[in-house]
Nanobody
């Protein structure tokens, strides 16, 4: 049974930082592209960031324009965990954040490629 369990969400003031974690079990973690998506109230789910392992120390990452320079995605294949470090948070970053796993190494920002999803963790940024 595949499980993705997010943690690390919470309430933070604008300009603050959070690190989200997603622990994965039940699949060959290193073979999957891992992504973070978010959904704010009344809005569609949107891509945040994704990372795939190219072998050895090679990783490929992609980011939504809205988070470039502020968010950093990383993964630890030994721990089957993916992270996203979120700095300089803004009220518009408020959303439920989901991690997801995809067997594809293309089109990182396409949610349809992701077959496994976590339950989400709430991030609230106050102004």
């Amino acid at each position: 049974q595949v499980q993705l369990v997010e943690s690390g969400g919470g309430l933070v003031q604008a300009g603050g930082s959070l690190r989200l974690s997603c622990a994965v079990s039940g699949l060959t973690f290193r073979a999957y592209t891992m992504g973070w998506f978010r959904q704010a109230p009344g809005k569609d789910r949107e891509f945040v960031a994704a990372i795939t392992w190219g072998g050895g120390s090679i990783y490929y990452a992609d980011y939504a324009d809205s988070v470039k320079g502020r968010f950093t995605i990383s993964r630890d294949n030994a721990k089957n965990t993916v992270y996203v470090r979120m700095n300089s948070l803004r009220p518009e970053d408020t959303a439920v954040y989901y991690c997801a796993a995809s067997p594809s190494r293309q089109n990182f920002n396409y949610s349809g490629n992701y077959g496994y999803w976590g339950q989400g963790t709430q991030v609230t940024v106050s102004s």
